[in-house]
C-alpha cells in the first residue's frame, strides 16, 4: 500500500520551532522510525511552505496512492485552496496536527478542510501520523 505523508509550512523545523509544543524530534527522524515501524507501507514523503506546491502534490497524490496523510500546518485554517483541492480527489486523506489545534489560540481552533477529510488526528504528538498510517492500512 502507498501512503504520502504531506506537510506544511514550518514543519520542517520540527526539532527547533517551540519544541515545547512540537518536541525536539525533527520530522526525517521521525521518518525513519516511522518506515521501519510500517514496513508494510511503501510510504512517501514531501513537506513544503509554499500552498500551490502544496496543491499540486495532493493532486499529483490521487489515483496514484492509498491514501494521504496531511498536516497542512497554518494553512488549515486559512486555505480555501486546500481544502478545495481535498475535497476534489478520491483518494483518503487523514488530517494530521501534532499540537492539539483547540487547545491554541483562537484562530487556530477551525480546519477548513476536516469536512472533507475521512478523519482528524490532533494533539497527539508524531505518533498521530503512525496512527493515520495504520487507519488508512485497516481501511484499504
Known sequence: MKIAIINGPNLNLLGKRQPEIYGNKDF???????????SNAAISY????DEGDLI???QNCDN???GIVLNPGGYTHTSVAIADTVSSIKCPVIEVHISNIYQREAERHQSLLSKYCKG?????GLIGYQF???LLLEND
Not at 514531501?46 to 511552505?49: I, R, V
Not at 482528524?120 to 497527539?124: A, H, N, R
Open 28 to 38: 526525517e527522524s521521525y521518518l525513519t522510525e516511522l518506515k521501519q515501524m510500517l
Open 46 to 49: 514531501y513537506q513544503s511552505n
Open 56 to 58: 499540486n502534490q495532493i
Open 64 to 66: 496514484m496512492y492509498n
Open 120 to 124: 482528524s488526528i490532533v494533539g497527539l
Open 132 to 134: 493515520a498510517i495504520e
